[in-house]
């Protein structure tokens, strides 16, 4: 079998189908960090920087959210979640403050990602899309 | 005795993260039969199998800096993954950054591997404005695929 005439670098963005485009913008923005980056407010688009990957916000109502189908149900999903890699991981530090920020904090634990075993939470956005937020490896 | 009030907590919109987000590590893509995924992620797209963990129902793959880890909601073992109301869809799509590469053998690939281009067009990514494709695994996940910007862009 011939092989990919290509290399994948890494993940360059997801894009997540949103009900309430302000609410997730707050979530992301205010309490996670990430800053703006664009904003095409007439085809339902809103780019939101996370350090070298971009988290795209796409209204179900909006152009481009309607041709992707009819709103994800409650629980009708086919990404389970999503990590993002933090630089600097006070445990404490990152649960009081989102705790301040109303967010629900779920699991707390030590997990595999991209770089190696390190510890990491989940957090749940808010139209329920969980967010691991991951610390560097132990044995960086 | 002055009794001190406290303000209600209101959202403390002007602290700061006690964090930096550094990217997207990886995330758990929900598939339906793990092989044809398998396939598809590793033979069109050029992932390599880093770790199965078959009690999940899991199968983890690199793509360069991230990985994708791929969850056959078909078999008992992903139970704890399957979402309730099928057919849902939380992820519009997922982009994979492509390093420098030949468009035209790029397109051939695909075509060898009866994957259908639905979609391109010169869009905006996190390094830029850029050629993307746009196809769809197995299961029907969506998946740009995207190259550097063209070079003095």
Known sequence: MSKAPFEIKGLDHIVLRVRDRDRMVRFYCDILGCRMEREQAEIGLTQVRAGHSLIDLVPVDGKLGRMGGAAPGKEGRNLDHFCITLDGYDEAKIRAYLTAQGVEIGEAGSRYG??????????????????????????? | MARVTRKPA????????????????HI????????????????????????????????????????????????????WAKPPVAGGRNFDHLCLALGVHDEGALRRHLARHQVEIIEEGVHGGSRGESLSLYVRDPSGNVIELKGPPPLGA
């Open chain 2, 10 to 25: 209101k959202p403390a919109r002007a602290s700061k993260p006690p964090f930096v987000l550094e990217g997207i590590d």
């Open chain 2, 28 to 79: 758990l893509v929900l598939v339906s039969g793990m092989k044809p995924a398998v396939r598809f992620y590793t033979e069109v797209l050029g992932c390599t199998v880093e770790d199965a963990l078959p009690q999940y129902g899991m199968l983890q793959l690199r793509a360069g800096a991230a990985l994708i880890d791929l969850v056959d909601i078909a078999v008992p073992e992903a139970r």
């Open chain 1, 114 to 140: 991209a770089e190696g075993e390190g510890p990491s939470l989940y957090v749940s956005d808010p139209e329920g899309n969980v967010v691991e937020l991951k610390g560097p490896p132990w044995h960086a």
